[in-house]
Structure formats: C-alpha cells, structure tokens
C-alpha cells in the first residue's frame, strides 16, 4: 500500500512539473528568415598592378642577370614617379630552361633559358597611373598580368552596405509578411554575411602628360549581406 502511494505521489509531483513547464514555455511565436544584401559604390583611391621582365639567356646565369639589370632599372623609375619602397613587392621569381627538338622529332635539348620576375605595385596616385605604366614599360617591363583598383580605406564602405543590407532584409521581410495579413514584429538574430569589393568598369582618363597609357579606374562596388530572423505578430 505504502509502495502504491509513492508511485502516486510521484506521478502527481511529475504531472504537475510538466504542467508548470508547458504554462512557462507557452506557444511558439511564428518566425520569418530574410537575406537583405546591400552595395555601395565608391571611387577607387589605390591601384593594384602587376607588371614583370622576363629575359632569355644562353645560360641560366645569363638569363638571370639580364633579368636583374632590366628590373633594376624598372624599379629605379618607379621609384623615381613616387612608388615607395613598401608598395613593391616580388611576387613570383622563375627561371627555366628552353627545350628544342619537339617537330622534327630529333633528341630534344636545352637551347637557352628563360628568366621571370614579376612585381606587384601599389599606386597610392591614381592620377599618374598612366605614367607609372608608361615609364615602366620603357624601362623594359614586358609583362603586364593584371590591374585592379580598390580603397585604401574601405571600412565606411562596408560599414554603409551593412546597413544598407540590414534596411533591404527589413523591407523584404515587411512586404512578405503584411502580403500575408500579419504584422513584423522583434528581431530574433542577425547573422552577417561576407563583404567583398568588385571593380565596376567606368571610363576614367589618367591626367598625365599626352602619350601616356589610358586606364579606366571605374568605380568600386562594395557589398555586404546580413540573414535576419524576426518574429511574426498575427
């Protein structure tokens, strides 16, 4: 008798926690997930260039040396057009052998070498950018591999799409659940997306003296992207 009392009083005690717990929890309030994303476009002040010397000699040390002479001297008048030391960099240093033979099927061989260096340029002035390029390829920079443009200071730019994406994932979300009858309520949680810069092309003119190589600095377009739960008032 005494066991069965227990057992009830168990069962009473559990019930009622249950209970208690339900009551406290109450119903679920319904939720919406939206992705707002957001872009600014702002014009580029710095400039990323990618500009080489590759050489041929009949020897690998020959190869190599004409290499060192010819960038030395690009490099020299970089510097001379205002590039500072800190915003040249070597990014890649190759030197490999020409092989021959390969047509007429007889023994291949080594018939010289080739020797590469390419060097990556920051350009702080946008203006004499064209004149940077110009003076570098007349001091023998032979390969160019790649120009793009961006902010020194791309923090207010990021920090504009943020909001811009926080504003379009409200509206989205607004217009979604009012075409449903209901209301937007709270913010549940917002998560942040990646941001990233993309060059949009927009014809600009170097203001350099006459002659010098036109580029197009366009415009820079960066971009965030938030995910935002809200809950739903019906």
């Known amino acids: 008798m005494r066991i069965l009392q227990a ?6 005690v559990s019930s009622t926690a249950l209970t208690a717990a339900f009551a406290q929890s109450g119903p679920s309030v319904p939720q919406i997930t939206v992705t707002g994303e957001g872009t600014v476009d702002g014009v580029p002040d710095i400039a990323s260039l990618s500009l080489g010397v590759t050489t041929l000699g009949d020897s ?16 020299a008048r970089l510097k001379a057009a205002g590039i500072a030391d800190r915003d040249m960099q070597t990014t890649n240093l190759s030197i490999n052998p020409n092989w ?4 007429n099927g007889a023994r291949q061989r080594i018939d010289g070498y080739t020797a590469s260096n390419q060097l990556t340029v920051r350009i702080r002035d946008l203006d004499g950018l064209g004149g940077v390029l110009d003076a570098a390829i007349q001091d023998g920079a032979n390969t160019l591999n790649g120009l793009s443009f961006g902010l020194s200071e791309p923090r207010p730019a990021l920090d504009a799409a943020r909001k811009a994406a926080v504003e379009d994932a409200r509206a989205r979300a607004t217009l979604l659940v009012e075409a ?16 990233y810069a993309a060059p949009q092309p927009m014809f600009r ?30």
Do not use: H, R, W
């Open 7 to 12: 057992a009830l009083i168990a069962a009473l």
């Open 60 to 75: 690998a040390a020959a190869a190599m040396a004409a290499n060192t002479e010819a960038l030395n001297a690009v490099m």
């Open 100 to 103: 021959t033979g390969y047509d």
């Open 180 to 195: 449903a009858g209901a209301t937007l309520g709270k913010i549940v949680s917002i998560t942040e997306g990646g941001g």
């Open 205 to 234: 003119q170097s203001a350099d003296a006459a002659g010098a190589v036109p580029v197009a600095a366009g415009e820079v377009a960066t971009s965030a992207s938030v995910t935002i739960v809200f809950e739903i008032n019906q």
